[in-house]
């Protein structure tokens, strides 16, 4: 079991930045993808930005080039450094992290809130 609380959420202004962080605690080792995922009001929940225990990155479209993700695996905590920020990126942003091997199981953050407005 993996337990993952994210922080940084807040209010913003348009053009500004943010950064987002996940701590993890439990086992997480071997083949793993730790990731970011958002969700706008009356919108599905949508990638943003992954990242592979091999340090593979994966970043949707809408955000290349203005969010960076890293992790640090001594804190077991992964982040999302969100640069230029627009209002479309408003949504809740949670915290994933998805065992695959040995172990396998998918465990998400509690969510926290981005309000991009001016």
């Known amino acids: 079991q993996v337990q993952l609380v994210e922080s940084g959420g807040g209010l913003v202004q348009p053009g500004g930045s943010l950064r987002l962080s996940c701590a993890a605690s439990?086992?997480?080792?071997?083949?793993?993808?730790m990731g970011w995922y958002r969700q706008a009001p009356g919108k599905q929940r949508e990638l943003v930005a992954t990242?592979?225990?091999?340090?593979?990155?994966n970043y949707a479209d809408s955000v290349k080039g203005r969010f960076t993700i890293s992790r640090d695996n001594v804190k077991n905590t992964v982040y999302l450094q969100m640069n230029s920020l627009k209002p479309e990126d408003t949504a809740v942003y949670y915290c994933?992290?998805?065992?695959?091997?040995?172990?396998?199981?998918?465990?998400w953050g509690q969510g926290t809130q981005v309000t991009v407005s001016s």
């Open positions: 994933n992290v998805r065992l695959i091997f040995p172990r396998s199981g998918d465990n």
């Open positions: 990242i592979t225990s091999g340090d593979i990155t």
């Open positions: 439990g086992s997480i080792f071997g083949i793993y993808v």
